[in-house]
């Protein structure tokens, strides 16, 4: 046993006094006693400042931060008191100590601090708790320090679905297009899941809301159509570009189930090429590409309408961008062929939402930055079960309290 004065001011706590600090090695733990000072008289009522009569008494053992390999634990008798004006009822603990609580608030801030850089099943090789637990406090602690998401005053909101994990499972995401900043995590993709998040918005930030951006997709389009009539839907063009591609490759494949034998190994690894920009093409890619186009003259007339449709989004006037697209599904009709036909109709039936982009001008890059940064959450921790967790990562990953010193 041994007292050491130089811990002393590390276990400073207002109304409360060090009575001995007791270090076992053999165990590597350390005891800090404490007692309540005795210079105060009465303990006060929170709610009245009365004078409170004690009720009964407890004594506690917390777990707080470690002094190197020493676990630390804080030893104290905790009292209930009763107020005698107001009749309540409150237990005197340390400062920062809730009632029941089994650790400090420090040492819990430190261990979301840890889960900043490490997975949660891994701060038990530094901390002398569990994984689970370990998660529970990170998750506490995320939920006290973090802002709500500033839901007043958005003009356009970014929606789509992030696939995660193995046997199809999905996420529902909602961005402020402007900002990136992520509102709303929901498990599954169907309009359900989207009408939770847009029936909890108020009258008025709904009335800010000026157009939201998804796919195509017929469950985000009625739940959009449903809760925010008078907001324009802008066709995400990344998401147009992406379905024209599928488009060639169907193309590809049945050219590839006609051709000769000797020719089918060449078009089957053409794939790819056909579809990165010109300009990120190797050498050998563009040589391969102009080849097969030259010997196909279906890949060839899809692959000239692809950079056609790219400039549907260069137009910063409606008008301009009609002609634009109505010319471009003239042409693809006229080729003939049937998978650019189907594509043609589809996007004669989208029409006002691909020319909303012409007044809003809103992508998806702020949800493909997001879908970055989830997989690198997701990664770092092996996994996550619970969705509401996740969400918190997310918005800590984008939060200026990154530099927080939490362990303050």
Known sequence: MSATPSLRPMFAFPGWVIERIDIDWNIKHAFVHLRRDGRIQHVRCSKCETPMGQMKTNDRSVQDLPLGTLQVNLLFTAFQGRCSRCGNIETVTPPGLAPKAQATERLKRHVSHLCRYMPCDKVPEFIAIS?????????????????????????????????????????????????????????????????????SLTEEQKASIECVGIDRGGSYQASVREHLPNADIVYDKFHIIANYNDVIDQIRRREWRQAEEEDKPFIKGQRFNLFRNPENLTPKGQSNLKELLAMNEDLNQAYILKDMLKQLWTYKYKACARKCLDNWIALAKETGISELKKFAKGLDRAREGLLSYCQHRITSAKIEAFNGVIKRIIYKACGYNDLDYLYLKRLFSNSELLNYPWWI
């Not at 370990?134 to 602690?141: G, H, T």
């Not at 005053?153 to 789509?160: P, V």
């Not at 929901?186 to 998040?197: A, I, M, N, P």
């Open 131 to 199: 994984g689970g637990t370990a998660r529970r406090w990170d998750k506490e602690m995320l939920m006290k320090m973090l802002p709500a998401p500033k839901r007043d005053g958005i003009r356009a909101l970014l929606i789509d679905e992030k696939s995660i994990g193995k046997g199809h499972h999905f996420l529902t995401v909602a961005l402020n297009a402007d900002t990136g900043e992520t509102l709303f995590l929901g498990e599954g993709k169907k309009k359900e899941v989207l009408d939770r998040f847009l029936s």
